[in-house]
Nanobody
């Protein structure tokens, strides 16, 4: 069955870095646009980054986060540098079905998330 399993979250101080991974099983990621989203308590889920061959980014993370993929390992990554307290959220990876890259409704498979907490 389809599974997307995020890992790599944790607690870091502001200015620190984390690398998130999303290990996928049940389908090959190579033909698909894949995305990262995040959701902070009391807020809506928002797009962070997405890619097929080239990455696209939310303005809030541009220049700090880098999305990448290893099709051979069927894994999606998100390198997060210069982390800020406002980056604190649950981070999710997802597979796009169709639609705008930054809309949650464009994605049809989701992982369970990994928590990122950034302290000041």
């Amino acid at each position: 069955q389809v599974q997307l399993v995020e890992s790599g979250g944790g607690s870091v101080q502001a200015g620190g870095s984390l690398r998130l991974s999303c290990a996928v099983s049940g389908f090959p990621i190579s033909p698909y646009f894949m995305g990262w989203f995040r959701q902070a308590p009391g807020k809506e889920r928002e797009a962070v980054a997405g890619m097929y061959t080239n990455g696209v980014y939310a303005d809030s993370v541009k220049g700090r986060f880098t999305i990448s993929r290893d099709n051979a390992k069927n894994t999606l990554y998100l390198q997060m540098n210069s982390l800020k307290p406002e980056d604190t959220a649950m981070y999710y990876c997802a597979r796009m079905l169709t639609g705008p890259w930054n809309s949650t409704s464009s994605y049809n498979y989701w992982g369970q998330g990994t928590q990122v907490t950034v302290s000041s």
